[in-house]
Nanobody, 125 residues
Framework: QLQLVESGGGLVQPGGSLRLSCAAS????????IGWFRQAPGKEREGVSC????????NYADSVKGRFTISRDNAKNTVYLQMNSLKPEDTAIYYC??????????????????WGQGTQVTVSS
């Protein structure tokens, strides 16, 4: 079965950190650009970050720049989103998505091939 599976979400206090993982099964991520998205209750889904298939290019939403870092380990067929200095407004369900494509330009508008089921991140004291 071809799928993406996110993990690593949870409850964390403001200022804390989490690392999300996006693991692929049934296919290799080597040639896929990966986007991370999030959706908070009552809000539209928004793009958070993207990493190109080769890993050489990354994009970040302004709201997470300097706090989040995206990376990939193709040997483990996994993409990561390291989230530091978390704020209550980061609370959302986080999704990863994969597209057979090279690059991150305009990643928020891609028609992705695969989506994960999402992982909940809650930032609260």
């Amino acid at each position: 079965q071809l799928q993406l599976v996110e993990s690593g979400g949870g409850l964390v206090q403001p200022g804390g950190s989490l690392r999300l993982s996006c693991a692929a099964s049934g296919f290799t991520l080597d040639y896929y650009t990966i986007g991370w998205f999030r959706q908070a209750p009552g809000k539209e889904r928004e793009g958070v970050s993207c990493i190109s298939s080769g890993g050489g290019s990354t994009n970040y939403a302004d709201s997470v720049k300097g706090r989040f870092t995206i990376s990939r380990d193709n040997a483990k067929n996994t993409v990561y989103l390291q989230m530091n200095s978390l704020k209550p407004e980061d609370t959302a369900i986080y999704y990863c998505a994969a597209l057979l494509h090279c690059c991150c330009s305009d990643y928020v508008h891609f028609q992705y091939d695969y989506w994960g089921q999402g992982t909940q991140v809650t930032v609260s004291s």
